[in-house]
């Protein structure tokens, strides 16, 4: 049985981030995927959707630039060569990945994996061992109880990206992230779009007054808000509306997007504690065995894309290097791709009120920024948000909504990182005309001192 310093089960940004690393270092490692190199995140979530929005927005662009000097006549959306860049630009970077495996000297199996002990990995007929053990096999698509749910016409998210045309019309059952991404995207290219979110607002992790000013700026969407979908049938959706009376609404086609599971199938057999979130880890990404590790969606601890890929490089420093490294998870940011989008990093003023933390926070318009009123126009909305300890100053959240949002927040996570005070930014030089010097303007405006 040939054997490795680590077996990597999972190719996503976990999985391939992590036998990338422990390569790097000189170590002998293999990758085991059962589809195709880059997980959900390349092949059907993140790579994708952004594929499709980028289209979605030039093309929005072109119906609206008249103010700009854009005159567009006879501009129509051709869903068909939208998909095909979504899978060359797919296919492209599953090549980038494999290129990476064989410049960090990873041998990568195809196949499903299946754990037969801590140390031991099995394709097939064929076994390996390891010396340490990452699982990083992800989340999938949740499906839940409801009649009528497994219908051909209700599709996940996996299933929707494949689709060659774009419905007439679209109910989104959720309001979280992936909802919003779809609702905006089939919205902009002039699907009729019906979101259905249980909760009183949608994207549960934003600031509230963010939330709302994007259900405003996402005007060709009818939200449904505090109703409970009770079951889909050949034609309608029905639910339940606030008032608790019984509601239906024209469903050819319906997307389900009401959260993700752990894939955890098979790992019980290992003797790892599986809690309701998924594999329990410590801060140093290791399992109740200690020389198994997990990391990304199939831990449960935050399901995105750049937490799995920070998770992977503690693992492996813990494995092979400084055994100090943890996983902090105060300062991941996130994001909406969405047309406005809108990214959060830290607390909301709600989560930090109730933590106990005094609060002051300062919102401007980002129609106060030179660039984006140049690019964007008066008409589009977007606010910035710095969230503050009123009592140390250090900054706790930061939450932006509107265009270039998705770009500027790695400096929120940097700045709330780094436990920076608001006097500490104000000291610092943003470019101009900038739409991210508004976080500057906002931590003047919550301290007037010089």
Not at 8 to 31: F, H, N, T, W
Not at 350 to 369: C, D, F, H, L
């Amino acid at each position: 049985m040939e054997r490795y310093d680590l077996i990597v089960v999972g190719s996503g940004p976990g999985g391939y981030i992590a036998a990338e690393r422990a390569g790097k270092l000189g170590k002998k490692v293999l990758l085991i995927e059962d589809d195709h190199l880059g997980g959900v995140c390349t092949n059907h979530g993140c790579i994708p959707t952004k594929s499709l929005l980028g289209g979605a927005k030039l093309y929005k662009h072109a119906l609206n630039g008249s103010q700009f000097g854009l005159v567009v006549d006879g501009a129509r959306f051709d869903y068909r060569q939208a998909a095909a860049h979504k899978d060359e630009t797919v296919k492209t970077l599953r090549g980038g990945i494999e290129f990476l495996m064989k410049s960090a000297k990873v041998d990568v199996v195809f196949g499903h994996a299946k754990m037969v002990d801590a140390h031991t990995v099995q394709v097939g007929e064929k076994s390996w061992a390891g010396d340490y053990l990452i699982i990083a096999t992800g989340s999938s698509s949740l499906v839940p109880p409801i009649p009528g749910a497994t219908l051909p016409h209700v599709l996940t998210s996996t299933e929707i990206l494949a689709l060659s045309e774009a419905p007439a019309s679209l109910v989104v059952i959720g309001g979280g992230v992936i909802g919003v991404e779809f609702a905006s995207f089939f919205s902009m290219i002039g699907t009729k779009v019906t979101v259905i979110e249980m909760m009183d607002e949608i994207l549960p992790m934003a600031d509230a007054e963010f939330a709302k000013l994007l259900r405003r700026e996402l005007k060709d969407v009818d939200f449904h808000l505090g109703c409970k979908v009770e079951e889909i049938t050949a034609e309608r959706v029905i639910y339940s509306d606030k008032k608790g009376e019984r509601q239906s609404i024209e469903a050819p086609m319906v997307l389900l997007s009401v959260g993700r599971r752990p894939n955890t199938a098979g790992l019980e057999a290992l003797g790892l504690e599986i809690g309701r979130g998924g594999v329990v880890v410590n801060d140093r990404m290791q399992t109740n065995l200690s020389t198994v590790y997990a990391v990304g969606d199939v831990t449960g601890r935050s399901l995105l894309a750049h937490s799995a890929s920070r998770m992977a490089e503690v693992a492996v420093a813990n494995i092979f290097g400084s055994k100090e490294m943890r996983m902090r998870y105060d300062a991941i940011p996130w994001a909406v791709y969405g047309s406005p989008e809108v990214a959060g990093c830290g607390l909301t003023e709600s989560e930090a009120n109730a933590k106990g933390i005094p609060t002051m926070s300062q919102t401007v318009q980002m129609r106060a920024s030179g660039r984006f009123l140049a690019e964007e126009g008066k008409r589009a909305g977007g606010l910035v948000k710095v969230i503050a300890n009123k009592e140390s100053g250090v900054i706790v959240g930061i939450h932006l909504l509107g265009s270039y949002a998705s770009e500027i927040i790695w400096g929120a996570a940097a700045l709330i990182e780094a436990e920076l005070r608001v006097k500490d930014v104000k000291e610092i030089v943003f470019p101009h005309p900038s739409v991210n010097e508004l976080i500057k303007e906002a931590c003047f405006q919550l301290d007037h001192s010089l």
